[in-house]
Nanobody
Framework: QVQLVESGGGLVQAGGSLRLSCAAS????????MGWFRQAPGKEREFVAG????????NYADSVKGRFTISSDNAKNTVYLQMNSLKSEDTAIYYC?????????????????WGQGTQVTVSS
């Protein structure tokens, strides 16, 4: 099993920045790719960004392209999500997820392990 723990959420004004971290432990050698997802109240969980565990092939939802950057540090078993130019519509609980096969794709059902989530609130 892989355990994932997110951190770095908080309250920020519109236009500000936050960096989320996701620390992986356990059978990290089994991880193929990681993704960040978010879920706002009353909405379905949606893909934000994904990346292979080696740090290759980052991909993003259209809504965050040019503002968010996903990266990985294998030495620290950690994946990051740098969020700049935040908007009120970015307010959500952010989850990191890991999968044992394939790339960091947008399909929620393809991910095997999930963190508990971290709240991001952007005030306008």
């Amino acid at each position: 099993q892989v355990q994932l723990v997110e951190s770095g959420g908080g309250l920020v004004q519109a236009g500000g920045s936050l960096r989320l971290s996701c620390a992986a432990s356990g059978r990290t050698f089994s991880i193929s790719a990681m993704g960040w997802f978010r879920q706002a109240p009353g909405k379905e969980r949606e893909f934000v960004a994904g990346i292979s565990w080696s740090g290759r092939s980052p991909n993003y939802a259209d809504s965050v392209k040019g503002r968010f950057t996903i990266s990985s540090d294998n030495a620290k078993n950690t994946v990051y999500l740098q969020m700049n130019s935040l908007k009120s519509e970015d307010t959500a609980i952010y989850y990191c997820a890991g999968k044992i096969a394939g790339r960091g794709t947008p399909n929620v059902s393809e991910y095997d392990n999930w963190g508990q989530g971290t709240q991001v609130t952007v005030s306008s």
